[in-house]
């Protein structure tokens, strides 16, 4: 078994302790204190020292066809529920009922290049650097950021890891995070961390 092998079906099983993220020197510390970190996970996406982008890119992809039923499944009861309760108003979400990340930016930040939004995805990009990508997400129970880290694997090599923090909208929100916490880790994130990994390696094959 390689370690590329031994990485994947780690991460499709386990997720990270929180020292895995806090004690990286990542710029999101100093730019969210008041964010709570909820998950982190390392993903199946071995690579070089410069491949951020890549896996940047994979995730922007909006593509989910390759999801298992089941996460699509529920996905489509969230946005369905969402509209009914209005939790997904315009008025709601960045910009509105929260100010965007963005604001925070120090210039270096700020003045950086980042990818643009893409229109199928309810994340926002905020910043991304050669070992950081952030995008944020609000809606009536919470603002959410998605942390895209690249991280060396302590076996030469180095891969992507991925944190989860938010900040929930009163009792309304932490009831919201509480209930979902389940669906996250026994559908949502095996899932994901399955269809990062087959993308990766068709990525990568498709390079060669």
């Given amino acids: 078994m390689t370690s590329r092998t031994r990485i ?12 895995a993220h806090t004690r990286q020197p990542w710029r999101i510390h100093e730019l969210a204190p008041d964010f709570r970190l909820e998950d982190v996970w390392a993903l199946p996406t071995p690579g070089g020292p410069d ?6 890119e994979l995730v922007q992809s909006g593509d ?9 499944l529920l996905f489509a009861i969230r946005w369905k529920l969402g509209g ?4 997904d ?30 229109p199928d995805l309810p994340f926002r ?3 991304l650097t050669d070992r950081e990508f952030v995008a944020e997400i609000a809606n009536s129970t919470v603002h959410g950021l998605m942390h895209l880290g690249w991280v ?12 989860v923090l938010n900040k929930p909208n009163g009792l309304l929100g932490q009831a919201y995070m509480a209930f979902i916490k389940p669906f996250r880790y026994l559908v949502i994130y095996p899932a994901l961390l399955r269809t990062l990994a087959r993308g990766w390696e ?4 498709g390079a060669r």
């Fill in 84 to 87: 009914l309760l209005r939790l």
């Fill in 51 to 56: 491949d951020l982008s890549r896996l940047v």
């Fill in 202 to 205: 068709s990525q990568a094959g």
């Fill in 152 to 163: 060396e694997d302590g076996e030469g090599g180095y891969r992507g890891q991925m944190a």
């Fill in 8 to 19: 994947q079906t780690h991460v499709e099983t386990r997720p990270l302790p929180p020292s």
């Fill in 125 to 127: 990009v905020v910043y």
């Fill in 89 to 118: 108003r315009e008025e709601s979400g960045v910009g509105s009922r929260v100010a965007s990340l963005r604001d925070r930016l120090p210039a270096d930040l700020r003045d950086l290049p980042r990818p643009p939004d893409h």
């Fill in 64 to 72: 989910d066809r390759d999801f298992p039923v089941l996460y699509r």
